[in-house]
């Protein structure tokens, strides 16, 4: 058989890459199975080759039946469709249907295969023909089945035998896979038409048609349509496990209409369900009520907790995790929290990681409300409940929780004991030892930090990395102490390590620490760049799989843009690449779209602001853009438009995108400026909220200089621009760095006067 790609693989191996035994492919069911397995795993490990020469033996065989070379072709269509090469997959699931086709059920597959494939074509109107023609094959083998059985039923009456006849798939089930294929790719018009037919040809049942209309009416903005379709799927459901999906859906819906609470009705209709799955349904209902900013979860939450939830443990942990989330999303008092982590705490079936979560809240939120804290008890618990390798991790966890909320000797103390019981040069230990010495240097004792940095680099087995990173904070402290003679010896140590190092990543991320270090390394560090960039560029071109191109361009290019000012390399570099490189790259991962974010700001840096712009529109305007990538090219955008007195422009884009994607760490930034504009209007409450779904996009504490900015002035709007009512001990930001905010605030705020 000869692969799509112009190879042709055979039995014996003398043209083929892969070399296959032909005993080893005796038909027996095991032998069958395991193989199909085995291509269908290949196919998804982009293992195109190994996948295709297996198949190839497989239709090489004889007496092989129809269908089962139809799953073999299905197969090898998908690798098609892995590479891209779209038509060609639709091409080959059409073959794999006409062998199929005699089969009641496994016809379906590549029928499924060729629709999907000519969607990503895109060449939706024969989509359209290829799903319709599905329909009428599934509604021509169920009329025959039931042909068969009426004669089947004559067949017992007048000779006492019957011919079971083989159940064909319902043209309900045929239909709603349409459905969703459609939905899936943007087409929720022709989704809507077999979903239509699946609820038709299904009289009171087809509950995943029935929420694929929902789903379906909320594409299209039908939001009343689609709270009626999801409401409807719960009740004639029966309130099963199966409508669960559907709550999200209606919840939603209602949440775009304006309502702030669903019907009391609908909810209480969940006691004729099974109490399990009542528990279940009770968990995801209060999670997408608490999404949409609907107060009502609460509710919701504590009564089924009151009434159930000590029969359901798993269950009432996640309401619970909820609680304590929401709690310190809304910065409930300490108190509040602390009860809460208690609560947690004490759970029976608690696994380690939430109750380690619990843990650090109940020590964090403790220390703030004035509460006496006891880690040593927490130590004890967690060797008694978790076994003895647990105390280093949570000793680390618990000092980190400490050294936030401004807590040094107990951090100090609780560092000391994990390393204590940790392995020497354990990655516990390492992580300990480097926190310790953290901990040091924040509080200027350099000899000591410098110390701790020099025994974890030369413990055995630290990978060059984190080698590199010890070495280089050594001496940054040994110059800090003015040990400047064992500073050109922490440079020698590093210089030796470097030369070991093959990895780009590595050096550009050193590379970056050495700028942001003292002066007498900047200039080397320029220089390590470099080397970093020739060897990202190297590694590039050699990958055969576009996910690990796109990693290291992305890694690459954030080093170009934002650390190195060479914002126009990384612009002719995108531009030097042809179609089908940039289509080989193309994929709907946010790395894919965090890249495209990185190469806007690139234009916008290299003084192309007219490109940038266009560069940005045409990603937006693309229908093959994911809603969940946009963000990192829209929001981007929408900033520089404001920015540029282009307000109406900008604020239009950031409701866009976080309408599309509201919990996208991108979106913070959108929410702000949103927030913004309702204050400048006069809608402080509005203006609170979205200030809330700040935090709600990129979490709580971030990790960046630019989120805590961005968090800070959050919290400025949730408190009314009152500084005094904020809780800085739980923001563990400076008064002076607050302040700082609130005056770039004032400022963004008159961007809208």
């Given at each position: 058989m000869n692969s799509p790609s112009g190879r042709f693989f055979c039995l014996n191996g003398e043209t083929g890459a892969v070399r296959m035994n032909h005993d080893s492919l005796v038909r027996n069911e095991s032998d069958w199975s395991a193989a199909l397995r085995r291509m269908g795993d290949n196919v998804q490990k982009r293992k195109f080759d190994e996948a295709l020469a297996e198949s190839n033996a497989w239709m090489s065989k004889p007496n092989m039946a129809s269908h089962d070379k139809g799953r073999v072709l299905a197969l090898v269509a998908d690798c098609e469709f892995k590479r891209g090469r779209y038509a060609e997959a639709g091409e080959i699931h059409l073959n794999a249907a006409a062998k199929s086709m005699?089969?009641?059920?496994?016809?379906?597959?590549?029928?499924?295969?060729?629709?999907?494939?000519?969607?990503?074509?895109?060449?939706?109107?024969?989509?359209?023909?290829?799903?319709?023609?599905?329909?009428?094959?599934?509604?021509?083998?169920?009329?025959?089945?039931?042909?068969?059985?009426?004669?089947?039923?004559?067949?017992?009456?007048?000779?006492?035998?019957?011919?079971?006849?083989?159940?064909?798939?319902?043209?309900?089930?045929?239909?709603?896979?349409?459905?969703?294929?459609?939905?899936?790719?943007?087409?929720?018009?022709?989704?809507?038409?077999?979903?239509?037919?699946?609820?038709?040809?299904?009289?009171?049942?087809?509950?995943?048609?029935?929420?694929?209309?929902?789903?379906?009416?909320?594409?299209?903005?039908?939001?009343?349509?689609?709270?009626?379709?999801?409401?409807?799927?719960?009740?004639?459901?029966?309130?099963?496990?199966?409508?669960?999906?559907?709550?999200?859906?209606?919840?939603?819906?209602?949440?775009?209409?304006?309502?702030?609470?669903?019907?009391?009705?609908?909810?209480?209709?969940?006691?004729?369900?099974?109490?399990?799955?009542?528990?279940?349904?009770?968990?995801?209902?209060?999670?997408?009520?608490?999404?949409?900013?609907?107060?009502?979860?609460?509710?919701?939450?504590?009564?089924?907790?009151?009434?159930?939830?000590?029969?359901?443990?798993?269950?009432?942990?996640?309401?619970?995790?909820?609680?304590?989330?929401?709690?310190?999303?809304?910065?409930?008092?300490?108190?509040?929290?602390?009860?809460?982590?208690?609560?947690?705490?004490?759970?029976?079936?608690?696994?380690?990681?939430?109750?380690?979560?619990?843990?650090?809240?109940?020590?964090?939120?403790?220390?703030?409300?004035?509460?006496?804290?006891?880690?040593?008890?927490?130590?004890?618990?967690?060797?008694?409940?978790?076994?003895?390798?647990?105390?280093?991790?949570?000793?680390?966890?618990?000092?980190?929780?400490?050294?936030?909320?401004?807590?040094?000797?107990?951090?100090?103390?609780?560092?000391?004991?994990?390393?204590?019981?940790?392995?020497?040069?354990?990655?516990?230990?390492?992580?300990?030892?480097?926190?310790?010495?953290?901990?040091?240097?924040?509080?200027?004792?350099?000899?000591?930090?410098a110390r701790l940095f020099k025994l974890f680099f030369e413990a055995q087995d630290v990978p060059a990395r984190f080698r590199l990173q010890a070495q280089l904070q050594w001496a940054q402290q040994l110059i800090e102490a003015g040990d400047a003679d064992a500073f050109w010896d922490a440079h020698e140590r590093m210089t030796q390590t470097l030369a070991s190092v093959q990895d780009p990543e590595i050096l550009m991320n050193f590379a970056r620490q050495t700028i942001f270090g003292p002066p007498e390394l900047k200039e080397w560090g320029r220089e390590i760049f470099l080397q970093g960039e020739a060897m990202a560029i190297a590694r590039f071109n050699a990958a055969a799989q576009p996910e690990a191109a796109l990693d290291v361009l992305f890694k690459l290019a954030r080093r170009q843009v934002v650390d190195f000012d060479r914002s126009s390399v990384a612009v002719k570099f995108w531009e030097d690449m042809d179609d089908v490189k940039r289509d080989w790259l193309w994929s709907a991962s946010s790395v894919f779209w965090e890249y495209m974010g990185c190469l806007f700001m690139a234009y916008l840096r290299s003084n192309a602001s007219a490109t940038a712009e266009e560069f940005a529109r045409s990603l937006l305007n693309d229908a093959a853009s994911p809603p969940s990538g946009l963000p990192y090219v829209g929001v981007p955008y929408a900033t520089y438009l404001i920015v540029h007195a282009r307000t109406e422009d900008g604020l239009a884009l950031c409701g866009k995108m976080a309408d599309g994607a509201p919990r996208n760490p991108a979106c913070a930034w959108a929410w702000y400026w949103l927030a913004l504009k309702s204050w400048s209007c006069g809608s402080i409450r509005e203006a609170k909220e979205r200030a809330q779904n700040v935090q709600g996009a990129q979490g709580l504490l971030p990790g960046t200089l630019d989120g805590q900015r961005l968090d800070a002035r959050a919290r400025l709007l949730s408190a009314e621009l009152d500084v005094s009512q904020i809780d800085l001990r739980s923001a563990e930001y400076a008064e002076s760095f607050v302040a700082e905010q609130l005056t770039q605030l004032r400022f963004d705020l008159g961007r809208f006067q």
């Open positions: 005699e089969h009641p059920t496994l016809w379906l597959r590549p029928y499924v295969g060729c629709v999907r494939a000519l969607l990503k074509a895109p060449r939706v109107d024969e989509a359209l023909v290829m799903a319709r023609h599905a329909m009428a094959i599934a509604d021509a083998k169920m009329a025959e089945f039931d042909e068969s059985v009426r004669r089947a039923d004559q067949d017992l009456h007048v000779r006492a035998e019957i011919a079971t006849p083989a159940v064909p798939l319902r043209p309900s089930v045929v239909a709603t896979r349409m459905g969703f294929l459609f939905l899936q790719e943007g087409e929720p018009e022709a989704a809507k038409e077999f979903f239509q037919k699946a609820v038709s040809r299904a009289k009171g049942g087809a509950n995943r048609a029935r929420q694929g209309l929902a789903l379906a009416a909320m594409a299209k903005g039908e939001y009343e349509d689609a709270a009626k379709r999801s409401a409807d799927a719960i009740r004639l459901g029966r309130f099963r496990v199966k409508t669960i999906p559907a709550w999200s859906i209606h919840i939603s819906a209602c949440r775009q209409l304006g309502n702030w609470r669903i019907r009391e009705r609908l909810i209480k209709g969940l006691n004729q369900a099974p109490a399990g799955v009542r528990a279940r349904a009770t968990v995801s209902i209060a999670t997408e009520l608490r999404r949409n900013g609907m107060r009502q979860w609460r509710q919701v939450a504590d009564e089924w907790l009151a009434k159930e939830g000590a029969r359901f443990p798993r269950y009432e942990n996640d309401l619970l995790k909820l609680i304590l989330a929401s709690a310190k999303l809304d910065n409930v008092s300490a108190t509040i929290r602390r009860e809460t982590a208690a609560q947690l705490l004490r759970l029976r079936e608690i696994g380690f990681r939430d109750w380690l979560a619990a843990a650090k809240e109940s020590v964090r939120a403790g220390i703030l409300s004035g509460a006496s804290v006891d880690p040593d008890r927490l130590l004890r618990e967690a060797r008694n409940r978790y076994g003895d390798k647990t105390v280093p991790v949570v000793a680390h966890s618990l000092a980190l929780t400490c050294s936030l909320v401004k807590r040094s000797e107990l951090a100090r103390s609780l560092l000391g004991a994990g390393i204590a019981q940790a392995r020497a040069g354990s990655r516990q230990w390492s992580k300990s030892i480097w926190a310790l010495a953290r901990l040091e240097k924040e509080h200027k004792n350099h000899l000591e930090a």
